[in-house]
């Protein structure tokens, strides 16, 4: 067990819908990152927070959004979901940046119809 | 952009083998990560590297700066370890970090 938990862990909707993706950090770890892991994509590097503050952006989506609240919970928001967009969704914390060991949580799987 | 390759892509042996999967990148990192993921799908961190040699049991992993390579070696081999095996880097210039496609590992009893 890593220490970091995402909710919920499976999720299927329809095509154009909203959904929001949580996650909860190791206690003590101030960065977080969401991942997305498809068949033909592979892992990818979707954003980053730290203490709050959005710090790095990869390949992120403009339909896709995310936020670290106060108390570093944070949250991905994926609208206008399109069948491209099934995937395995995981969130990982660490102390620091990305000199830090990260700890990934279980992930979330997502299906689109 | 950080290129990462793996090697082999897929690997099969015995239990009991002395076990090699390589990486390589393209662009200077600040430290290299090797992941194992389990056919559940869970990620498991095994080693963060940024120069050297660092060991955890079985496991072995290895970092040269200079060639850009590192190696992930297991000894004595278990059909337990059978997973695959995900090196990614972080820094260079890019933001997040950048995975290689995996090893998929299979130890045969």
């Known amino acids: 067990d890593s220490g970091v938990t995402q909710t919920p862990k499976h999720l299927i909707t329809a095509t154009g819908q909203r959904v929001t993706l949580r996650c909860s950090p190791r206690?003590?770890?101030?960065?977080v990152y969401w991942y997305q892991q498809s068949l033909d994509q592979g892992l990818q590097f979707l954003i980053q927070?730290?203490?709050?503050?959005?710090?790095a952006k990869g390949n992120i989506l403009e339909r896709f959004s995310a936020q670290q609240f106060p108390d570093l919970h944070s949250e991905l928001n994926l609208s206008s979901l399109e069948l491209g967009d099934s995937a395995l969704y995981f969130c990982?914390?660490?102390?620091?940046?990305?000199?830090?060991?990260?700890?990934f949580g279980p992930g979330t799987r997502l299906t689109v119809t | 952009k950080n290129e990462v390759e793996q090697s082999p892509q897929n690997l099969t042996a015995q239990e009991g083998e002395f076990i090699t999967i390589n990486c390589s990148y393209s662009?200077?990192?600040?430290?290299l990560h090797w992941l194992q993921q389990h056919p559940g799908g869970g990620i498991v961190s095994l080693f963060m590297?940024?120069?050297g040699k660092k060991k955890h049991g079985r496991l072995i992993a290895t970092i040269n700066i200079q060639e850009k390579h590192s190696s992930l070696h297991i000894t004595a081999s278990h059909p337990r370890d059978s997973a695959v095996y995900i090196c990614?880097?972080?820094?260079?210039?890019?933001?997040?970090?950048?995975f290689g496609k995996g090893t998929h590992l299979i130890i045969q009893p």
């Open positions: 990982a914390s660490s102390v620091m940046g990305l000199s830090s060991e990260q700890y």
């Open positions: 206690s003590g770890d101030l960065s």
């Open positions: 927070y730290y203490n709050g503050e959005e710090r």
């Open positions: 662009v200077g990192i600040s430290a």
């Open positions: 590297l940024s120069s």
């Open positions: 990614a880097v972080g820094g260079g210039g890019a933001d997040g970090l950048t």
